[in-house]
Structures are given as structure tokens and as C-alpha cells.
């Protein structure tokens, strides 16, 4: 094999993404038991850069890991690991050192997870790598579809990181060139109002989840719901194509909280069975719901694998949410933290 390059740096910066149809359950390695769908946002997001060093007599892996300016060895070895499960994938590592710095534009102890933003971040800086040493890509979707490969293999909901706007990972008879090994964007296909959507991130309990997500897949594996969540989401995701591509917000809002409670019931009927929403998770809920009702407000709320909120509205009632959610909401989040996120384009590379 013929290497370009043989050193240099790269650097990209990515959002995390929240689901609206969401990934929970997975078979083979990290391929999903269902499509998913999910809005990129905007402002939640990693910055990473990669010096690499190409020596074909280098014969291991030499790495280097530094997290907000200091080493973190927590995260060097959760990458080692991910590098030597998927060896085959990088075919070329060995000769390579590498020399990884990372940061994120979102608290650390915010309790928002950051696999998706990391992770994709550096699924897209290996790309760029590959890319420098192999005399580049065919073209953008050939680089971003490898990325986004190399971005599930780390963390399932990194696939979808990749693209900005609305994004499916998964097969699903909905959404064309649909595949279970990486994501696609769906933009579109989809009415102007889900362009510009919002999204309030509550942060109820930023302290570390009791139980990680990679574990409540393998919950999945003999839940006796499992079949039928599965068809449910399928069914979703279908659904979903029509509802947003005819810009119908009240359908897609109760399918996005239906999705929220269908993924915590699944973690509370798991065996062993275990609950990621706190006290003051209920409480905003029960106030979102209210207040959709008295104010005529059209949000609607979301969850990930935590205790945190995500609180849906199109663009057009932004003023009127971010004031109700700072007089009625706040007082229920630790220490009124609230990111004001919206639907963002997608990773960009700040460097090649
Ligand atoms: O990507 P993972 O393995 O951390 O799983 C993500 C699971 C959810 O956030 C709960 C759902 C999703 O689709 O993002």
C-alpha cells in the first residue's frame, strides 16, 4: 500500500444528537435491532484533533490522549479498546502514533452524554487520516459513509453524528439507501418546521448514570418486550416519514414521547430492572404536559439513557418556551442548567 502522507494533523468538531426514534438493543457487532432516527443539534459538541506519525517499521499502536488539556486515562483506554475490537477495520494501525486532544463545548459534568459528539468527532478525524495517507475518498458521501462506519463501531448513536439535520441509522423500507452498518441523512424529505426545531436540554441529575447504556442493550437480549419494540419502532420511523414531510407537529411530538417512555419502561421491565429517572424528571414532565394543555404550548419532551430532559418546540414559539422554561421549569434542574439547543448542519472540519 502507497502512503501519501506520512504525518500531519487533523481536526474536526461534532454535535451529539438526540433520538427521535431511539437505538436500544443491538446484535452482531454494535448493528441495531431497529432504525432509529434522530435530530443533530447544534450546540453540544466535541472538538478533536489528531496528529498522526506514519512508520511502516512501527509495529504497535502508539497512542496518546489528553482531554481538556490534561492526559485522561479513563478514555485513552476506552479507545485502545475500541481500536484493538475493530482492528480489522484499521488494517493500517500499527505503524501509527497517534496523538489525540479533545474537548467539549458542554460542561463535562453535565450529564449529557457525550459518546455520540466524541466519538463521531473521532470517527471522522480517523477518516481524514485515512484519507491523507490513501490519496483521499471518491467523494464526500463515500468519506462520510466510512466515518460514520467507523463512528458505530464506537458508540451506535455516533453513526447518526455524522450528518447534520435529520438522520436515520438502520434498515428501514422508509428511508432509501437505509443500512444497519452506518447512518444516512434524511433532510429532504422533511417540512421546513423540522428544520428549524429546538430543543432545551434540562439537566435534572448531572451525575454518572448508574447504569451505562452498552449495558442496557444487552438487557434487551431475551426482554420479553423485545419483538414487540422492535416492530413498534419499525413502524415509527415509517410513520414518521409522513408526519414530518407533511409538517404535522402534534403527531410527531406524541410519537417522540411515546418513544422517551417506551425506552425507560424497557429499562424498567429489564432483568435486572433499573430506573434512570429522577423525582424532578416526572415533575417537568407532568408540567410540560400541563402547560401544553393551559398555554396552548406545542412542546413536547424527549429522553436519552438518563435522568435529563429534552424539551421539543418549533422555532416560531422559541421566546415564549425559553421564558416558561426559565419561570416554571428551572427551579427542577440542578442548578438551573439549561442549554437552549436547536437542529444543527453536522460536523465540520476545522482542519486537513
Ligand atoms: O449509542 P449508545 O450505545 O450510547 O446508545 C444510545 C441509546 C439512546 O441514547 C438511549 C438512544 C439513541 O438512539 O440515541
Known amino acids: 500500500m502507497k502512503i501519501e502522507a506520512k504525518s500531519g494533523s487533523v481536526a474536526w468538531k461534532s454535535p451529539s444528537n438526540i433520538a427521535i426514534v431511539k437505538y436500544w438493543g443491538k446484535y452482531g457487532n454494535q448493528l441495531p435491532a431497529n432504525p432509529s432516527l434522530s435530530f443533530t443539534l447544534s450546540k ?52 501509527l502514533k497517534l496523538s489525540i486532544a479533545s474537548e467539549n463545548s458542554f460542561p463535562h459534568s453535565a450529564g449529557i452524554a457525550s459518546s455520540a459528539s466524541s466519538m463521531s468527532a473521532l470517527a471522522l478525524c480517523m477518516g481524514s487520516i485515512e484519507s491523507r495517507m490513501f490519496g483521499g475518498f471518491a467523494d464526500k458521501k463515500q468519506f462520510r459513509t466510512r466515518a460514520s462506519h467507523l463512528a458505530r463501531l464506537a458508540s451506535g448513536s455516533a ?6 439535520g435529520l438522520v436515520c441509522w438502520g434498515e428501514s423500507e422508509a428511508v432509501a439507501d437505509s443500512s444497519n452498518y452506518y447512518a444516512v441523512p434524511v433532510n429532504e424529505e422533511i417540512d421546513e418546521v423540522f428544520t428549524t426545531f429546538q430543543d ?3 439537566i435534572v441529575d448531572s451525575g454518572q448514570k448508574s447504569v451505562s447504556s452498552s449495558l442496557g442493550h444487552k438487557l434487551m437480549v431475551g426482554h420479553p418486550y423485545a419483538e414487540m419494540r422492535y416492530f413498534v419502532a419499525r413502524n ?3 410513520q414518521l416519514k409522513e408526519i414530518m414531510q407533511s409538517g404535522d407537529v402534534k403527531a410527531f411530538g406524541k410519537i417522540l414521547e411515546n418513544e422517551a417512555l417506551a425506552l425507560h419502561g424497557l429499562m424498567m421491565n429489564s432483568d435486572p430492572s433499573f430506573i434512570l429517572m429522577k423525582p424532578n424528571t416526572l415533575k417537568i414532565i407532568e408540567l410540560v404536559r400541563q402547560i401544553r394543555e393551559t398555554e396552548k404550548m ?9 435522568p435529563n430532559v429534552h424539551l421539543m418546540y418549533p422555532l416560531e414559539e422559541a421566546n415564549r418556551a425559553e421564558k416558561l422554561v426559565k419561570e416554571v421549569l428551572m427551579p427542577f434542574t440542578e442548578n438551573n442548567q439549561v442549554i437552549f439547543d436547536h437542529v444543527g448542519k453536522g460536523p465540520e472540519m476545522i482542519k486537513e
Open 159 to 164: 453513526a447518526r453524528s455524522v450528518y447534520g
Open 298 to 306: 406545542p412542546w413536547y419532551f424527549t429522553l436519552d439513557a438518563g
Open 200 to 202: 432545551a436540554i434540562l
Open 236 to 238: 415509527h420511523v415509517e
Open 44 to 95: 453540544s459538541i466535541t472538538f478533536t484533533s489528531v496528529d498522526f506519525d506514519v512508520d511502516p517499521k512501527r509495529k504497535e499502536l502508539e497512542l496518546d490522549f489528553a482531554f481538556e488539556g490534561a492526559p485522561a486515562p479513563k478514555f485513552e483506554t476506552k479507545i485502545r479498546s475500541y481500536f484493538s475490537k475493530n482492528s480489522a477495520d484499521f488494517p493500517y494501525l500499527n505503524h
